[in-house]
């Protein structure tokens, strides 16, 4: 069966006012660092709900829109999480999952398995993949590009967050099974990041890196 079709005409700036408020986006975008230093300030929960409902205008194949946003505040739940994202981590950097290179290609970020951050920040959000739906007959609903569709909506995510005056991280321990036992989601349901949500610590310090230039990271045909 066809699917309803509806009008679709958003208002179209004249050329100049794209090109001043694709630069003012692009400044602002620029601005924006992962974090890893959080103020344990509370964040109102209809913030939270408004970028999960941002991010999950984000295209899907078929329109399957197959993720879940889990927004975890309870302290006992976050110290649940970090205990068993240290210990996968702790493997990780500790105990040989991590080769070498990948090893060395962290040292200059600092970063090691220690995630204080998982408590601090007032806000987990964890985003799963759903692998298929469920109908009511209990019987499986195929999904379609269910990997690019729930990175397309983590990315909006982050974009909605950043436009908040807020702060994230993606933080992908692995394996991260532990977080569908944690959360009690369904065998439907895969772990695809876990993001700290909240405002920067007053003395939140970041990695002083430079983004690759537009000639790096395009080609164009004209």
Same mark, same amino acid.
């Given at each position: 069966m066809s699917a309803a079709f509806v009008p679709y005409a958003p208002s179209r700036l004249v050329p100049g006012e794209t090109l001043s408020r694709g630069r003012a986006m692009f400044d602002r975008y620029n601005a924006r660092r992962s974090v890893r230093d959080f103020s344990p300030a509370p964040v109102p929960r209809e913030i939270v709900e408004i970028a999960i409902r941002t991010a999950s205008t984000a295209p899907s194949g078929a329109h399957r829109q197959p993720w879940t946003f889990v927004a975890v505040s309870d302290p006992a739940i976050k110290r649940e999480i970090r205990i068993a994202a240290e210990a996968e981590e702790r493997k990780s950097y500790e105990g040989g999952r991590m080769s070498a290179e990948w090893l060395a290609a962290l040292e200059p970020l600092g970063t090691d398995w220690r995630k204080p951050f998982l408590e601090v920040a007032p806000w987990l959000v964890v %985003?799963?993949?759903?692998?298929? &739906?469920?109908a009511a007959d209990g019987q499986p609903i195929k999904h379609f590009y269910v990997r690019e569709s729930t990175g397309i909506a983590c990315g909006m995510f982050i974009a909605a967050i950043h436009e908040l005056g807020l702060a994230t991280l993606t933080h992908t321990p692995s394996p991260m099974a532990f977080l569908s036992r944690i959360l009690n989601r369904g065998e439907n349901e895969? !772990?695809?990041? @876990? @993001? !700290?949500? &909240?405002?920067?610590? %007053?003395?939140?310090? $970041? !990695?002083? @890196?430079?983004?690759?230039?537009?000639?790096? $990271?395009? $080609?164009?045909f004209e």
């Open positions: %985003l799963f993949e759903r692998t298929h &739906g469920i895969r !772990p695809f990041a @876990l @993001l !700290p949500i &909240g405002y920067p610590a %007053l003395d939140a310090m $970041v !990695p002083d @890196l430079r983004r690759k230039s537009i000639e790096e $990271v395009s $080609v164009w």
